[in-house]
């Protein structure tokens, strides 16, 4: 069992389209990249779209979510969403706060 964690934490630390990774020795680049990754990069560059990733596909309900409008209206027509039935329907709102609101 713990060949194989060693396996599955090996393959996780694998960065291939790195291309500094690609210039390294196979010794150190199984130690994997030891940067620290930013907040919300992988999302869009936003906490708030990281967010809208992991509710779109949750569909038929109502999202209440806080954070500026123009980010709710420019991440909801990004995502798509699965739905069993014949009609999705997805409802987003946003309180519109910003920097200046939260204390």
């Not at 150190?28 to 990754?37: D, T, V, Y």
């Not at 069993?84 to 997805?90: D, E, K």
Request: net charge negative; glycine share 10%.
């Amino acid at each position: 069992m713990a060949t194989n964690l060693a396996a599955k934490i090996q393959t996780v630390f694998e960065e291939p389209g790195c291309d500094h990774n690609q210039e390294k020795s196979e010794r150190q680049r199984k130690k994997g990249c030891s940067s620290q990754l930013k907040p919300g990069a992988a999302a869009g560059g936003c906490a708030f779209d990281g967010a809208k990733i992991a509710l779109q596909p949750i569909v038929d309900v109502a999202h209440l979510v806080h954070g500026p409008i123009a980010c709710e209206g420019s991440s909801w027509d990004n995502r798509s969403a699965l739905s069993s039935g014949p009609q999705t329907y997805r409802t987003g709102f946003t309180t519109d706060i910003s920097e200046l609101d939260v204390i």
